[in-house]
């Protein structure tokens, strides 16, 4: 590998990096993002950090706000519901594409996964998190289409993960309607009624958009951005 290849691997693995702690939420929104810290921490120069941040802004995940320098966005509610409009769609196809695909093994890890998500007394924790990721992803998986995973990944990815897990842990009904409007797609994948599976998750997914969208109104007031 060349000194160019080996610079613009560096960079984005350093993009990566950084990108996983705001998607997590250890680095939260609004947050400032310093370059001596983030270098340190990631045990690289300022170099590729400052690249890495660029690639970041270009994404759409930072920010520069004068005074301030780089900081993690607030996405406008707006955009929320934009993303989820295009997200809806794209997973109401794959949910249809996933019925024409679907194993009894597969059908029972979709129902298994779900179990993790059914409400109960213990607030959420991050395996119902990852649990709630993972019914997606599977449905995703079992579509059988590389282009429309990647591209459903692509809109999960511009809005922090941990914002998400916000939202149901802060309102036990979310949990329990996310839980039931789950239950409802995994009727319609058992039944073969692939009409039906699509129509449930971009209701589901719609949903969830607004959710979203409402916390990101709650929350944009108390942001500081500088």
Not at 182 to 191: G, K
Request: hydrophobic share 40%; aromatic share 4%; with cysteine.
């Amino acid at each position: 590998m060349d000194d160019s290849s080996s610079s613009t691997a560096l960079v984005d693995e350093t993009a990566a990096a950084i990108r996983a702690r705001i998607m997590s939420g250890e680095i939260p929104i609004g947050a400032q993002l310093r370059q001596a810290e983030l270098a340190k921490t990631l045990g690289v120069s300022r170099t590729p950090v400052r690249e890495a941040l660029r690639q970041l802004q270009t994404g759409g995940l930072i920010e520069v706000v004068p005074n301030r320098g780089a900081v993690v966005r607030v996405p406008a509610p707006w955009e929320v519901r934009e993303a989820y409009e295009v997200r809806a769609e794209l997973e109401g196809l794959a949910c249809e594409r996933a019925v024409r695909r679907l194993t009894r093994d597969s059908l029972k890890e979709l129902r298994d996964t779900n179990e993790l998500l059914r409400p109960g007394d213990a607030p959420p924790n991050p395996a119902s998190h990852a649990a709630n990721d993972r019914f997606h992803t599977l449905i995703h998986q079992i579509a059988g289409n590389e282009r429309l995973a990647k591209v459903i990944k692509e809109i999960n990815e511009a809005f922090p993960r941990n914002v998400s897990a916000l939202v149901l842990q802060e309102h036990p009904r979310h949990r329990d309607d996310n839980f039931a409007e789950h239950e409802r797609i995994l009727a319609a994948l058992a039944e073969d009624d692939a009409e039906t599976a699509r129509r449930e998750m971009l209701a589901h997914v719609l949903s969830a958009g607004e959710q979203l969208a409402r916390w990101y109104e709650r929350r944009s007031a108390t942001v500081f951005k500088g």
